[in-house]
């Protein structure tokens, strides 16, 4: 399959599907989020890391409302995004979200937990939500556990089925907030290789995490974080191998060199 290189100047505003511009947080004294520009073209996967308390996962939390903003202005698909009601339950619908923790419903078998939004939200019939449950649940590897409940488990299938209930709604960008790091080392990459397959299939994601070949090997973009800022944004090899700012130098020096 040839890769098609597209430089990001050449794509039209059309294709850009998540805006921030000019985006601030606070958490009392802390601002965590300051002036935050960053434009998501349409099929791109952004990778966002940067040192703890950089203000990652508040600026990935923020694209679906889960944190609201006191200034600046997000828009999904060209739309702003609701404060609240249903409007805002529409576009969580169009945002899918995997957490570190996998929130699936205890009670509810594997299956139900990834037919359930779709029947709830999305008003799908039973019977197409059950075969696209199916579906999905075999595109990530977890077919077979379909009639368990979620603590039947290991935490690796469990986040593949979280992936699977996201997907399933439909989503136009697939928001990753740390997805791998509280997983058991030998887990970890049977769910990148799940994201790494999504990515391939062209879906929109924004990614926070630590994992640096992920970032490497699957990210069309690189978007460095500390202190609330973006410092810098690169593709992954120039990131990687020679970053401008200092405060890039030194977190890979410190990740990339223990």
């Known amino acids: 399959m040839t890769e098609v290189s597209v430089t990001k100047d050449a794509l039209p505003a059309a ?10 947080k606070h958490f009392g004294a802390l601002h965590v989020l300051q002036d935050i520009d960053l434009t998501i073209a349409r099929g791109e996967v952004v990778v966002v890391i940067g040192p703890s308390g950089s203000g990652k996962s508040t600026l990935c939390r923020a694209i679906n409302r889960l944190e609201s903003i006191e200034s600046g202005f997000i828009t999904i698909d060209g739309k702003p995004l609701p404060e609240e009601g249903k409007a805002l339950a529409r576009l969580r619908a169009d945002v899918g ?18 037919m359930l939004g779709q029947l709830k939200v999305r008003k799908a019939d039973k019977k197409d939500a059950e075969e696209k449950a199916r579906g999905l649940l075999d595109r990530v590897g977890v077919s077979a556990q379909a009639d ?9 299938q469990q986040q593949r089925v979280a992936i ?7 989503p136009k960008v697939m928001l990753f907030d740390e997805p791998t ?7 970890i990459n049977e769910v990148l290789e799940v994201m790494q397959q999504l990515a391939r299939d062209g879906m929109t994601m ?15 973009r690189v978007v460095f974080m500390a202190d609330g800022r973006i410092v810098e944004e690169a593709v992954p090899d120039q990131f990687f191998s020679n970053p401008r700012s200092d405060r890039a130098k030194d977190f890979l020096s410190k990740i990339l060199h223990h």
Do not use: C, W
Request: charged share 15%; aromatic share 8%; glycine share 6%.
């Open 97 to 114: 979200m995997v957490f570190q923790s996998f929130n699936l419903f205890a009670h509810k078998t594997v299956l139900e937990n990834v």
């Open 15 to 24: 294709d850009d599907l998540v805006v921030l511009k000019n985006v601030n």
């Open 148 to 156: 368990k409940y979620p603590a039947q488990l290991s935490g690796g």
């Open 181 to 187: 790091s509280a997983l058991d080392p030998e887990m």
């Open 164 to 170: 699977a209930r996201a997907l399933a709604m439909g």
């Open 206 to 220: 924004v990614v926070v995490t630590h994992e640096m070949g992920f970032a490497r090997s699957a990210a069309n």
